[in-house]
């Protein structure tokens, strides 16, 4: 089974600086997809940002990219340029690439402010 | 234009009834999910459905059951609610083949049993 970790439960940044939040899962397959959700107070589920495993190269969204690490098994977003709108809980996810039977594996959240 | 829709949004009720869950996608997915949302926060598959065909069911107990009617719509119906079924529903869809396999979700159904 695979899992997915998120072991900062919170962080805090300073408007318009950068912060990183770390992701790290577990899987014996090859073919998967990661991602980070974004859950603000409105508690509407958000994409941020995808990566698929196959591609080396990190996803990058605007502020937002990743560092996809796939021997570490790990996937960081970074947060350039803080914004206060960026405040809101971050799910990292993992889904596997197997088609119809593909659900989302979440790690437990991290909640994120933006001091102004 | 609302991708993923849910209803209602929020949802009272007491402990022994049943109750119903609606959601419905516009973006011609052909699957369709439902996550649960505990007091923790933590997302959990319950079921997912890939052309009206249940896929996942995931160890939810029997009082939970979900309807396909079409690939635009996925319900749920729970019966004899209970106080632990107090938790955000939340429905999701997305595509199961081709490049674009994110999962896009619904507002979320707070349900709340007393």
């Known amino acids: 089974a695979q899992t997915v970790t998120q072991s900062q439960p919170e962080m805090s940044v300073q408007e318009a600086e950068t912060v990183t939040l770390s992701c790290t899962y577990d899987?014996?397959?090859?073919?998967?997809?990661l991602f980070w959700y974004k859950q603000p107070p409105s508690r509407q589920m958000i994409l941020v940002i995808r990566q698929e495993a196959y591609k080396q190269q990190n996803a990058t969204e605007n502020r937002f990219s990743v560092n996809f690490q796939k021997a570490a098994k790990s996937f960081s977003l970074k947060i350039s340029d803080s914004q206060l709108g960026d405040t809101a809980m971050y799910f990292c996810?993992?889904?596997?690439?197997?088609?119809?039977?593909?659900?989302?594996?979440f790690g437990k959240g991290i909640t994120l402010s933006v001091r102004p | 234009d609302t991708a993923v829709s849910q209803t209602p949004k929020y949802l009272v009720t007491q402990m022994g009834n049943d109750k119903s869950i609606k959601c419905e996608q516009n973006l011609g997915h052909d699957t369709m999910y439902w996550y649960k949302q505990d007091s923790k926060k933590f997302l959990k598959i319950m079921f997912s459905y890939n052309n009206k065909e249940l896929i996942i069911n995931e160890t939810v107990p029997n009082r939970f059951s979900p309807k396909s009617p079409d690939k635009a719509h996925l319900n749920l119906h729970i019966n004899s609610l209970e106080l632990g079924d107090s938790a955000v529903y939340f429905c999701?869809?997305?595509?199961?083949?081709?490049?674009?396999?994110?999962?896009?979700f619904g507002p979320g159904t707070r349900l709340t049993v007393t």
């Open positions: 996810a993992f889904m596997m690439g197997n088609g119809a039977n593909s659900k989302l594996t």
């Open positions: 999701a869809s997305s595509q199961s083949f081709g490049r674009a396999r994110e999962q896009y």
């Open positions: 899987t014996s397959e090859n073919n998967y997809y």
